[in-house]
């Protein structure tokens, strides 16, 4: 029922698809602004954010717009899960996919809020 070729797989794609633009945009960033990250010691993005160009601070705002959407995704594909009956056994990869979906876009919404908050 959630095999390969259905309506959910194909949203978990989208998914995975938001979730890669967003983590090489900010590693970019990251990468492209080591001195203002270790500038007496790890700073954290809410303290780097002001001193970056405005085109990085757009590319921040539309990679937190990516985890935000792809977060939206997954809980619609897990309120649809709830709907009906439970995935076929030959389907196993399709929930192990979503949970590891989940649990990245978890990390780095995490690791955004942590750095938000200090």
Known sequence: ??????????TLDDVEDYVQRAQGKLSRIIARNLP???RGGWRSLSEVLPQLDRQQQW??????GWLRTA????????????????PEP??????????????RVDRISRWL??????
């Open 90 to 103: 030959q389907c196993d990869d399709f929930c192990g996919r979503l949970v590891r979906l989940e649990l």
């Open 36 to 38: 203002l990250f270790f």
């Open 59 to 64: 590319e921040v705002t539309e990679a937190v």
């Open 113 to 118: 809020l942590c750095e938000e908050k200090r």
């Open 1 to 10: 029922m959630y095999c390969q070729d259905s309506e959910l797989a194909l």
């Open 71 to 86: 977060r939206s995704l997954l809980l619609s594909v897990r309120q649809e899960l709830g709907k009906g009956s439970p």
